[in-house]
């Protein structure tokens, strides 16, 4: 693990870039969870909509875990 240490300005920039881009990440997450848990957009939208989402959501998840752990590391 690479540790590298950063002036107080950079590393509070980086900190507010990771919440904004956290916050951001959760509301896709909270977006697709809604349309994928909406029964009537599953029974309208074609299946391989319905799978891509499933695999968008599947990365924006980890995503989000990594964009975490780097802000945990600060």
């Known amino acids: 693990q690479l540790t590298l240490e950063a002036p107080a300005g950079q590393t509070e920039a980086l900190r ?3 919440e ?3 916050e951001s990440l959760e509301k896709v997450i909270a977006n697709t969870r809604r349309q994928l848990g909406d029964e009537k957009f599953l029974g309208k939208a074609p299946a391989h909509i319905i799978d891509g989402m499933k695999a968008k959501l599947a990365e ?7 964009q975490q752990e780097s802000l945990r590391a600060l």
């Open 20 to 22: 904004k881009e956290i």
């Open 16 to 18: 507010k870039r990771l």
């Open 60 to 66: 924006y998840e980890i995503s989000l875990a990594k």
